[in-house]
């Protein structure tokens, strides 16, 4: 709490005032990720395409690296929070699940989440400085995953 009212440049029993403890901070924080979640998942339609819940996964989920230090963070307490961990699960679940609704009736449950999947990891190897060597290869890997017939041609 010390460090957030720092950051804020305001008095700590200011910020306690308005945000609690450090686990009423925490509920903060992922009720507002929810919410942005929710409004990117609101912008697209059922019935959409791979291409189109890609650019969601990652260029939008995934993309912020603001947020991704967030949730590293998260996880990194859900280790010790068997509640923390559950509500992180669950916004997992969520994404696992509007993406698959976003591909329409036939689409992969499993598909969906190894494609969330890959795009959690990549957010995270960029964190460490980590990167497909040719551009687009992440996104063609993730459109495979999707979309099983499929057949990648490189560079395609």
Known sequence: MIDV???????????RYFIGN?????????????????????????????GQALDIVLDQIFADD????????LWHLSLRDAALRE????????????VTALLGD????DA?????????GAAFFRHLGLAPQQRGSLRDA??????????????A
């Open 5 to 15: 009212a720092e950051a804020a440049g305001q008095p700590r029993p200011l910020v």
């Open 22 to 50: 450090r686990a009423d901070m925490v509920n903060a924080l992922i009720d507002r990720l929810l919410e942005r979640g929710e409004a990117k998942f609101r912008l697209m339609s059922e019935g959409g395409s791979a």
């Open 66 to 73: 603001t947020t991704n230090i967030v949730i590293m963070e």
């Open 87 to 98: 509500r992180l699960g669950a916004i997992y679940r969520r994404v696992i699940f509007e």
């Open 106 to 109: 036939d689409a992969d449950p």
């Open 112 to 120: 969906a989440f190894a494609a969330v999947s890959l795009a959690f």
């Open 142 to 155: 993730a459109h495979c995953l999707l979309t099983p017939n499929r057949i990648l041609v490189a560079g």
